[in-house]
């Protein structure tokens, strides 16, 4: 496992500006409001030879009776746990507040190293200011400021000496990314929670809890991927604030980057155009897809025949892409998530998966002679040959005839279809090209 690096402090100190500093990215949301961020952040940083992980916090508050604040203390918590090397971050134009000694309170009783930094020494003169902060018990105050950078280099030294020796592994990049996407409040983070059996994710009963896209490595029951829990994507009329904006982006680019999207729906409330706008996103992008219709616990009717009704209906509301798994869930009551991964892992491996030509034409070119394209203009399409391509990220298929330019997309579905129905393909989009032969 590698070295993880955690930045911790009381609200509006700047730990996600550092954040991005090290890891030299724009990962963590930067707001002058207080209180930005919410989960843990997780970066890459190297420095030297040293590679490390390095987790961004939201602030520490207490007797706070703002939910968010709360959960976000038991973060707070989980990652000084979970870190090998500890920044506790102060605001060296504020000085000592009463927050930051209940902070260090904590951090002194920790075993694990820290490292006292001082942001937002913008000017030299501010250096001297530092010294205060040797009241707080934890050594030496490295002065910084994360906005340009200054003293971030010795910060660094300090921190690869303080990092156990011997534990740096690389990360794998072919790892399957599994995003879990839907409109706010439909109990994505729940079902992440409920996968990897903590609470890493804040979930509270407000839509917008989450606000950046969280990174989290599943190793467990025969399974390895990431999975990624995003904000909730909502109508662009409807995104009020700069914060929900940004994250809402984030989670646009979460879907970019990910192998299979999981669609998390609300059963009391169906499906709905926004849901459909991101199927739309997703195949867009050329994602895998699984639905999971969430909330089936508050259903009073569950039998069969409504399951039936539901998925005809979320099926007839999603066409043309129909061809997708559907699976019912309590992320409450962790009733069939482990279904829902298996169903991940099916469509990532259909994604991938590869038909032989010689199969493709024995199926396919008797299919096309019984059912031709239809004549355009009094001239006859004739398909001679059809061959998957490599390369593409989902299966593309192309068939070579003499007329190209006259085979419409209604006889490109039919071909998609009869493909699927030789071959699974199920979560995965697929390509339909026509060249000339």
Not at 69 to 85: F, G, L, P, S, W
Request: proline share 4%; aromatic share 10%; hydrophobic share 40%.
């Amino acid at each position: 496992m590698s070295n993880l690096v955690a930045i911790v402090g009381r609200p509006n100190v700047g730990k996600s500006t550092l954040f991005n500093r090290l890891t030299q990215t724009r990962q963590a949301i930067v707001d002058d409001e207080a209180g930005t961020t919410r989960d843990r952040q997780y970066g890459k940083c190297e420095w030297g030879e040293a590679q490390f992980s390095i987790v961004d916090t939201g602030g520490w508050v207490v007797n706070s009776d703002d939910v968010f604040e709360e959960e976000i203390r038991k973060q707070v918590v989980i990652a000084i746990e979970e870190a090998d090397v500890i920044l506790f971050l102060v605001d060296i134009k504020t000085g000592i507040t009463d927050l930051d000694l209940a902070v260090a309170d904590i951090l002194r009783r920790s075993k694990t190293p820290v490292v006292l930094v001082a942001n937002k020494m913008d000017t030299f003169e501010l250096q001297y200011a530092a010294a205060e902060f040797y009241a707080l018990g934890l050594g030496d105050p490295f002065t910084i400021s994360s906005a340009n950078g200054t003293g971030t280099g010795d910060l660094l030294d300090v921190v690869v000496s303080k990092l156990p020796k011997n534990t740096q592994v690389e990360i794998e990049d072919d790892i399957p990314k599994f995003t879990v996407v839907g409109r706010p409040n439909v109990g994505k983070s729940s079902i992440v929670n409920a996968f990897i059996g903590e609470d890493r994710n804040i979930v509270t009963d407000i839509a917008g809890t989450t606000r950046d896209s969280v990174y989290t490595r599943y190793d467990k029951f025969g399974f390895d991927f990431y999975l990624v829990d995003t904000a909730g994507i909502r109508k662009k009329n409807k995104v009020e604030d700069d914060l929900e904006f940004y994250s809402v982006m984030r989670s646009i680019r979460a879907i970019e980057n990910s192998d299979v999207c999981i669609l998390m729906l609300d059963a009391t409330r169906g499906i709905e155009s926004q849901d459909m706008n991101i199927v739309s996103l997703v195949v867009k992008n050329q994602k895998g897809l699984v639905v999971v219709v969430n909330k089936w616990d508050l259903i009073e009717d569950r039998c069969a025949k409504v399951m039936k009704n539901y998925e005809e209906a979320i099926r007839s509301r999603l066409a043309p892409f129909t061809d997708f798994p559907i699976i019912f869930t309590s992320a409450i009551n962790k009733q069939r998530i482990l279904k829902v991964l298996e169903c991940a892992k099916e469509t990532y491996a259909h994604k991938t998966a590869r038909v032989s030509t010689a199969k493709l034409n024995a199926e396919m070119l008797p299919l096309i002679e019984a059912y031709p394209p239809p004549s355009m203009k009094g001239k006859y399409i004739k398909i001679k040959y059809c061959t998957q391509l490599q390369g593409p990220s989902v299966p593309s298929f192309v068939f070579f005839a003499n007329l190209p330019q006259y085979v419409k997309d209604p006889y490109k579905r039919f071909l998609e279809n009869k493909i699927r129905e030789k071959w699974n393909f199920s979560g995965t989009p697929i390509n339909i090209f026509i060249r000339q032969k």
